[in-house]
Nanobody
């Protein structure tokens, strides 16, 4: 069973930056490199929404609201996925979750397509 552990969340003022990390374990080294990785977020009272994804070949996809502000990346040697967030807005406040799918390519950013999840890390942006 794949295990994902997020870190890096916190409280920042609007305009600030954070970098989230998602460390994977119980993969073997070669397997992680072939998996789709993604970030989702869920604000109180709202549905979980996709933020960004990255394929095994580093093709990325972003939801429109974060394009130009967030960057997803991966370090296969460390089995870690990152989400660099800049120009943060109060609307970015949410619990952020890392997710994975055993696929070379990433599907659309819908939670139902991903089958392994971390516990989340909280991001709070104040105005």
């Amino acid at each position: 069973q794949v295990q994902l552990v997020e870190s890096g969340g916190g409280s920042v003022q609007a305009g600030g930056s954070l970098r989230l990390s998602c460390a994977a374990s119980r993969y073997d080294f070669g397997t992680f490199a072939t998996y789709c990785m993604a970030w989702f977020r869920q604000a109180p009272g709202k549905e979980r929404e996709g933020v960004a994804s990255i394929t095994a070949s580093n093709v990325t996809d972003y939801t429109d609201s974060v394009k130009g502000r967030f960057t997803i990346s991966r370090d296969n040697a460390k089995m870690t996925t990152y989400l660099q967030m800049t120009s943060l807005e109060p609307e970015d406040t949410a619990m952020y979750y890392c997710a994975t799918l055993k696929a070379f390519f990433c599907p659309v950013l819908r939670p139902s397509y991903y089958n392994s999840w971390g516990q989340g890390t909280q991001v709070t942006v104040s105005s």
